[in-house]
């Protein structure tokens, strides 16, 4: 139905920065709300930001707002996360999801049906 695949993670120094990619295919017209979730080693997965379709609305973490900006271009099939000034404590595995039934964003983890394999992102201090 929908295929995430995430790309753009790696190594970076605190302070940098990298721009994750989410390509989608399949019913991309589905794709309501996307988003982008985090798991650090031992640690459960938790909440990044989420778009809305037109990309109108967002939602940030507390934790990341400020810092990191989601976007999406619909022509591309494309969710990005831009990522400044990184901190060790982002370092984590990054996934990209979907919401396919709901317009309404939110932040828990079940209300996505579709999700990537991940990137890894490493912030080195």
């Known amino acids: 139905q929908v295929t995430l695949v995430e790309s753009g993670g790696g190594l970076v120094q605190a302070g940098g920065s990298l721009r994750l990619s989410c390509a989608a295919s399949?019913?991309?017209?589905?794709?309501?709300?996307m988003g982008w979730f985090r798991q650090a080693p031992g640690k459960e997965r938790e909440f990044v930001s989420a778009i809305s379709w037109s990309g109108g609305n967002t939602y940030y973490a507390d934790s990341v707002k400020g810092r990191f900006t989601i976007s999406r271009d619909n022509a591309k099939n494309t969710m990005y996360l831009q990522m400044n000034s990184l901190k060790p404590e982002d370092t984590a595995v990054y996934y990209c999801?979907?919401?396919?039934?709901?317009?309404?964003?939110?932040?828990?983890?079940?209300?996505?049906?579709?999700w990537g394999q991940g990137t890894q992102v490493t912030v080195s201090s």
């Open positions: 999801a979907a919401d396919t039934k709901n317009r309404l964003m939110t932040t828990m983890a079940g209300r996505y049906d579709y």
């Open positions: 399949g019913r991309t017209l589905s794709t309501n709300v």
